[in-house]
């Protein structure tokens, strides 16, 4: 069975019926691509796997558990750590506080040696530690999210708009970055508007719609696929 199954979700907003019946599965390994329009739902479906949402209908598995309705905590507890839009790193705490903070629902004594490796994955951070978030900039504030997710050793991580905002140069040291991660066996669900990138680096990939997957296939076929080139591609 795979690490993830997302089975035939419903999620509402008060009436809204944001999510129309969505299944995602999610391999564990994968690199897995969510892309689609503003409105699509892709925060809605990540917001429903890690449990700050929960679904009218369908579920939620994660290693064959029904989470459908685990509150977003115990999830984090159980392997599932998500870097929402817009990052939310605490702007008034240092670069190291923001970290320990990920590391808070840990018992074991692995916190100093795994604040080690996100400074090795982000240098950038330890030069910074001691440095309010709120005044980095937004590439920095990115690594920042990401590192403090990693802090709860996630065997899944859920990315929603990484690169959303930052200068284009920056754009593909995030991927990079997101590629190293998976690198060293965290499942990756990424959500992305940048479909582009997002294909280069995933396995497979779901093309979301009003609330619904209308596409899902191989990166490589996405790709190719004439409707996910002219609508998310760019390409004529
Ligand atoms: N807090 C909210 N209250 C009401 N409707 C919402 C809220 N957040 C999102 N929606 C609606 O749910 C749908 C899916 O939104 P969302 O998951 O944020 O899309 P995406 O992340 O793909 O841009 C949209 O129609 C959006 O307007
Ligand atoms: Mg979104």
Redesign the pocket.
Known sequence: MALLEVNDIHTY?GN?H?LKGVTVEVDTGEIIALI?S???????TLRTISGLMEPREGAVYFEDEDISNTRADLLVSKGISMVPEGRGVFAKLTVEENLDMGAYIRRDGGVKDDLAGAYELFPRLEERKKQVAGTLSGGEQQMLAIARALMSKPRLLLLDEPSMGLAPVLVDGVFDTIQRIANEGVTILLVEQNAHMALQIADRGYV?QS?EVAISDTAANLQQNETVQKTYLGID
């Open positions: 907003y809204i944001a689609g503003n409105g699509a739902g892709k925060t809605t979301l609330g």
